[in-house]
């Protein structure tokens, strides 16, 4: 096996975030965030000269190729450090790409060497540089992106909370010059992105994810996304699904079911989302084909056989989990069914014991949040205290949205 520092580094990182995601169960970083909207030209000076563009291929597609692009953004201050302090600035692009659109995550650096790879924090836009921090694979190595301020209103550039930007940008248009570099080369500008917030609008739900979502033409290093995988599943899993009025953040109240109409059904559930950007059909289809079980729930190995009236109320999936050849047979059984909603399980895998698990899809702007409620409802995974029980079905569940949508993107179950 070989070791990677990257891997220790990126566990690290992980260990931090759900430190932080303990205390933020909605966004361990970048809690609070102003929505934009814009366009990205590429080909295109500031001031509209196109011979200040720069004749070098990054080889990437998406920067050598001329063309103007609709984005969404989200700015936001990264740790939380109330304002006026400084805190590092964060500047998210989504470009729409078919199925799948492409993110860019900025933050504020420096431009020289080192300094394009140290994050800086700033009270506000005045005199920040933006840069991807870590660089893309393209076919002539790697590449930098990074967006420097060429217009804003003046409120907008003194203005030290995102609400104060928002207000700002509401009246007016913030223009950002587009350059890439090599990681010790100089800078060439290729394009523009003009950005402005629409009045009123809320923060979005929408959690960006360069190392998925990637540039077209674009590739990662895998020394980056050994860095920042772990971090990101755990930044973009959603701990709580619902909330009471003035209740704790960490639960989603256990509905009950008929087969457990005790007191183990008015007790609480761990609970994770994720937002996908596929629509709620998609991602029925691929619950609705119970022989695609096994692909995308953690444990099970195999599928043995599935009724024909699956995935309605009653039905059963007749499965193994464990991993060869250490493998047990049961079943699961489906409790509650609302067909592209909502569907209720009791997973059985004895000796183990017996889970309740419900799966909700809910659609939102940029496709659907996808939510996994779970809990040990008979056998010995109670016998776990579930301080301790509710963290590992957390983790599990957290990888189960990460296949589910993987196979919901790739049109599995159409």
Do not use: C
């Given at each position: 096996m070989t070791f990677h520092l990257s891997s220790l580094a990126g566990a690290g990182f992980g260990l931090v975030f759900r430190a932080l995601k303990a205390l933020r169960p909605e966004r361990p970083i970048h809690p609070r965030g102003v929505s934009l909207k814009g366009v990205a030209q590429t080909g295109y000076a500031p001031g509209g000269e196109t011979d200040h563009v720069s004749s070098e291929q990054s080889g990437i597609a998406w920067i050598d190729n001329p063309g103007q692009h609709l984005v969404t953004a989200r700015f936001s201050r990264s740790v939380g450090i109330p304002a006026p302090f400084p805190d590092i600035l964060g500047l998210a692009l989504r470009l729409p790409d078919g199925r799948r659109p492409a993110d860019l995550l900025f933050a504020t650096t420096g431009l020289s060497v080192p300094g394009r790879f140290i994050l800086i924090p700033h009270r506000n836009l005045n005199g920040?540089?933006?840069?991807?921090?870590?660089?893309?694979?393209?076919?002539?190595?790697?590449?930098?992106?990074?967006?420097?301020?060429?217009?804003?209103?003046?409120?907008?550039?003194?203005?030290?909370?995102?609400?104060?930007?928002?207000?700002?940008?509401?009246?007016?248009?913030?223009?950002?010059?587009?350059?890439?570099?090599?990681?010790?080369?100089?800078?060439?500008?290729?394009?523009?992105?003009?950005?402005?917030?629409?009045?009123?609008?809320?923060?979005?739900?929408?959690?960006?994810?360069?190392?998925?979502?990637?540039?077209?033409?674009?590739?990662?290093?895998?020394?980056?996304?050994?860095?920042?995988?772990?971090?990101?599943?755990?930044?973009?899993?959603?701990?709580?699904?619902?909330?009471?009025?003035?209740?704790?953040?960490?639960?989603?109240?256990?509905?009950?079911?008929?087969?457990?109409?005790?007191?183990?059904?008015?007790?609480?559930?761990?609970?994770?989302?994720?937002?996908?950007?596929?629509?709620?059909?998609?991602?029925?289809?691929?619950?609705?084909?119970?022989?695609?079980?096994?692909?995308?729930?953690?444990?099970?190995?195999?599928?043995?056989?599935?009724?024909?009236?699956?995935?309605?109320?009653?039905?059963?999936?007749?499965?193994?989990?464990?991993?060869?050849?250490?493998?047990?047979?049961?079943?699961?059984?489906?409790?509650?069914?609302?067909?592209?909603?909502?569907i209720e399980l009791i997973a059985r895998g004895w000796p183990l014991g017996e889970a309740n698990v419900v799966i909700t899809l809910e659609p939102v702007e940029t496709g659907c949040k996808v939510s996994i409620a779970e809990d040990a409802v008979k056998g010995p995974g109670l016998l776990i205290p579930k301080v301790i029980r509710d963290p590992l079905i957390a983790v599990r569940n957290t990888e189960t949205l990460n296949r589910l949508e993987l196979m919901a993107s790739g049109g599995a179950g159409n």
């Open positions: 920040a540089a933006f840069t991807t921090l870590m660089p893309y694979r393209g076919a002539r190595g790697p590449v930098l992106l990074a967006l420097e301020t060429v217009q804003i209103p003046e409120g907008a550039r003194s203005a030290t909370t995102e609400r104060q930007l928002e207000r700002s940008l509401a009246s007016g248009t913030w223009v950002l010059a587009l350059s890439f570099a090599r990681p010790g080369g100089p800078w060439r500008r290729f394009g523009t992105v003009t950005l402005e917030a629409e009045p009123g609008a809320r923060d979005t739900e929408s959690r960006f994810d360069p190392v998925r979502n990637v540039l077209p033409g674009a590739g990662t290093y895998a020394w980056t996304r050994r860095l920042r995988e772990r971090s990101y599943a755990v930044a973009q899993s959603r701990v709580a699904q619902s909330r009471t009025e003035g209740s704790g953040p960490l639960r989603a109240s256990k509905p009950p079911h008929p087969h457990h109409p005790t007191k183990k059904a008015s007790t609480e559930m761990a609970t994770v989302s994720k937002i996908f950007l596929t629509p709620p059909a998609d991602v029925w289809n691929v619950i609705a084909d119970g022989w695609l079980y096994s692909g995308w729930v953690v444990g099970a190995s195999r599928i043995r056989d599935v009724d024909a009236l699956w995935p309605a109320a009653d039905a059963v999936l007749h499965h193994s989990v464990g991993a060869w050849p250490l493998l047990i047979n049961d079943k699961t059984t489906v409790t509650a069914s609302d067909p592209g909603k909502s």
